[in-house]
């Protein structure tokens, strides 16, 4: 890169990106002039990133990756994924119903149509011809199989809480599904490009074997350890590019980055922002920043001191440092949040909301008036919640300068999402990106969510999570999202300072990796579309 | 006197195994002690009160802890080491190659460490007070006193991102020539090496030094002896049971201690099973691994204290 | 092996020489003691206060050991460190050694049952790897300071006990010991003075190698997530949050690590080069 400005490659697929989303030519180079770049260098870029935009797919070769979370209780049971090794496996063997493409638009891949006169009964129609690994036929059997599992409770389905509005789930045809909800809810589509709701084969009870209609066979998979798969010929889709990929978690972040400047793996996925300034100054490295939608947030119970006293929770979004937060902690890589769990690159986003302003003086005016100025606060933070360690020495270094005492309470790791989450009064959360508003909202906020993390109660907003669910008028749930977003903001007890986006660090080698708003590594789908370029 | 020697030993052994048993009662009610609960971390952010209720029933979780201890143990005297919460694979099964891969680096570490170990405390004894053991000495703590994760770090820094003689990660999988076997364990045992060495490298040195204090041994320096003769002769045969004793302690480490080096190598290890274990709150698991890491320490100071009983010329 | 009847031998040579390298790594031990006692007062900035822009950054005036991976100075981070691995360690040490020795020296003394079922228990007892036992103890009751001193002190109990205990036998067969017991004397005389100065020497070598493994270990409880509490963090764990910087060779990384290896190898040498008449009482 040039030593003379601060451009770097992470900027140059910022202007990739932006060229995916349409921008022209005149943007473009605005984007490039704001990074300080005269208008000859500016030009060598965007042929930089138009060039690698055209590349064409090669095929053949064997990709090395490594992901981040690995433990013996890997698994191939799609209804069971829970760390994002299981994901990338799931992803690669297994196809959904509804897939969500950049945009979060659904898009077809097993169904090849899906119907509904009300919300509340689906007619889906199968494609025809899938095979799975084994040479079977994919049929609307296997289909049903796979969706009443989740709501066995022996199967211990992650997703059961949202499986258990599929009352019935029946064979019209071979090649027709139906399904009934208890109520209305125009984004069963979207549920369905959830990785849980993957589809296996009717009857699978041992899923060691990873038999699936993915664009890979499993040739090898050792829990905890490592997986091989290879190409799948008969993929239903265009075949992938790559003959064969092995996928192992490597927990260590540095171990991590140094697998891959070693050369030892292709990719490196979900790099901690203080690592990028040396991966930046590799020249074989390239980091592809996911669409930013995970989010650590400081939870205030509601229902229990301090929280129970609104002036010490409104003290507390104005104390909360975002702009530090975004800088220091995130080192940029994020979006702004405001304090509501809906992101940015949502079309549902209420951009309209803002956050509200870093303002000691008046937080200390408002513990005052809670009676809480110069009192002893705990907060609980953990390295299980991203960032919430760093973020709560911000929290306690300004509220040192108002004469708050704030003591961290930091808590292992291992057993902080049983024991501590959603238990202490003042505790961080994590949250991953959902790909719908209404998943969020039943999730995290209604009076009966499971993980209602502040115990937020609301009957009206309840009223308008269920009339948006039923509602199939798009202008009518954008305008209710919106509202209720308001409503999190200012009513709940989360602070959400920022959307998190994942880096992920790729040699150059490796092309053709593209976005998706359910996670990094193309949410986790990765495998089906790279390539390794020559 | 020699026939008091098999008894002896005999003794150590009904010793070691009065142990084991402590032990194996020790690690059921340690592992039924630690905070979660299984089926609820099993079912994770998914846990609702009934879900966690009928796992806990069908995993056996309800039973009295003295009537699960009992069928586990008669499980292990009947080699069965039961199945895994968390994935319902036979433990035996997991353990299995992992175990295979934590003897390798430990055998491997331990050919390079010990004869290394023991050379620079026996002539750091030697010559003591000379400027070679003032080397030796700050040079054994200096090394320790680094912690692990920097020493394996920096080791993967300087011989695989800048210099790439060496992968970053351990590919024990890759292992088929003996260059293969070089580039996978080559990191991994420097980095251990550097970790269990030093304990053996003091205490060898202390031993040796005590021993040239004993009257006799200042009686053959007075008839004249060498000082590599009086040490190798004279000294080393009656530290011999001190330095078993820290050579068993230092190894133990290498069974269940690694799991720093497991995880930035990402060497699929038993440590790092049993780290996972304890998350997931598997308790056969632990359970399995905590014994054999017993097991292993037993061998070790059993071995060191027959080595004692054989070495002792009291005895012999 | 050391005696009453070893009067005469080379060891007698040296009284209370002062010895060069003794001094020097007192004076060492001696300075992060005062650091850590009057740390609060002689910190330039605040322990968590973000002061630099810039992260791992470079040593300057005003930020003489650089900055830590959030831009925090790493002077004040280090100064305030030297509290918890000084204290905590020092504590720990003290304790493990105190009760393993005690322990091992009373078990020679009484032999029979007392020494049967002490033994078995406390290698039980270290054969549970001491990196799980530290996580179970401290998962189960929390990660508070004095939790964190037991836990570490009790780790290494064991170790001290089998070596004392090793040492204390044979003492136990020599003469002296036969003439104290029938003139009637009590256990705890019989320690105190009749056996502890015969092993002294051996004892505080081992106890100089415990203190490394307890510092090391505090700080691997530190990578396990565990040990104290932000904005404040012992030398290990300075080392672990900044190890990112070690690419840039950060002084963020090097100057904890440094500080761990002074003290460590400072504390080892003070006890290799104590005055004789300390080390070697039998030789008086």
Partial sequence: MTTTTNWTPRDDRQVEDAMRRGANRRELLQMVMAGGIGLAAGGAILGRAAAALADTPVKGGHLVAAGWSASTADTLDPAKASLSTDYVRCCSLYSRLTVLDQAGAVQMELADGIETPDAKVWTIKLKRGVTFHNGKTLTANDVTFSLRRHLDPQVASKVAAIAKQMTDIRALDPATVQITLTAPNADLPTILAMHHFMIVAEGTTDFSKGVGTGAFRLDRFEPGARSVMSRNEDYFKTPAPLNSFEFFAVADDSARANALLSGDVHIAANMKPAQLRLLESQPGVVLERSIAGNYTNLNMRLDMAPGDRADFVAGMRHLVNRTQIQKTVLRGICEPGNDQPVPPSSPYFNAELAAPAYDPEKAKALFNKAGMLGQAIPIVASDAAVGSIDMATIVQQAGAGIGMNFQINRVPSDGYWANYWLKAPVHFGNINPRPTPDILFSLLYASDAPWNESHYRSERFDRLLVEARGSLDNARRKQIYAEMQGMIATEAGTIIPAYISNVDALSQKVKGMRKSPLGNLEGYAFAEHVWLAA | ?316 | MKTHSSTGTLAARSGYRINPVGVASFSVVLFWALVALVAPYITPHSVGEMIDADYFGPMRPGLWLGSDYLGRDMLSRLILGARYTVGISLAAVFIACFTGVVLGMASAVLRGPVDMVLSRLLDALNSIPSKLFGLMVVAAVGSSIPVLILTLALIYVPGAYRFSRALAVNIETMDFIMVARIRGEKLPYLIASEILPNIIGPVLADLGLRFVFIVLLLSGLSFLGLGVQPPYADWGALVRENIGGLPFAAPAVIMPSLAIATLTISVNLLIDNLPQKIRDRSAS
């Fill in chain 2, 1 to 316: 006197m020699t026939s008091r020697v098999p008894s002896l030993i005999l003794g150590r052994l009904l010793i070691a195994l009065v142990t084991l048993t402590i032990v194996s009662f020790a690690v059921f009610f340690a592992t039924t002690l630690l905070p979660g609960d299984t089926a609820t971390i099993l079912l994770g952010q998914a846990a609702t009160p009934e879900a966690v209720a009928g796992l806990r029933t069908a995993m056996h979780l309800d039973d009295p802890a003295l009537l699960r201890f009992v069928y586990w143990i008669g499980g292990l005297f009947r080699g069965d080491l039961g199945t895994s919460y968390a994935n319902h694979v036979p433990v035996a099964t997991l353990i299995s190659g992992r175990l295979a891969n934590t003897l390798k680096l430990a055998g491997l570490t331990t050919l390079v460490s010990v004869p290394l170990a023991l050379t620079l405390g026996i002539t750091a004894a030697m010559w003591r007070r000379t400027l070679y053991d003032r080397i030796v000495t700050v040079a054994t703590i200096g090394i320790i006193s680094v912690p692990e994760f920097v020493v394996a770090t920096l080791a993967v820094l300087v011989f695989a991102v800048y210099l790439k003689w060496l992968p970053a990660l351990s590919f024990t999988y890759q292992v088929d020539s003996f260059a293969g076997l070089l580039r996978a364990y080559a990191m991994p045992v420097v980095t251990l090496t550097f970790v269990v060495a030093a304990q053996m490298i003091r205490m060898s040195r202390a031993a040796v030094i005590e021993t040239l204090n004993t009257p006799y041994v200042e009686m053959a320096l007075l008839k004249g002896a060498s000082r590599p003769r009086l040490v190798l002769r004279h000294a080393l045969p009656n530290a011999l049971s001190p330095i078993a004793n820290a050579v068993a302690l230092s190894l133990s480490y290498l069974l269940g201690g690694v799991i720093i080096v497991e995880t930035i190598f990402n060497y699929p290890g038993i440590a790092k099973l049993m780290v996972d274990a304890v998350s997931t709150r598997d308790l056969p698991l632990i359970q399995s691994c905590a014994m054999i890491f017993c097991f292993g320490y037993l061998i070790l100071i059993t071995t060191a204290d027959i080595v004692a009983i054989l070495s002792n010329p009291r005895l012999r």
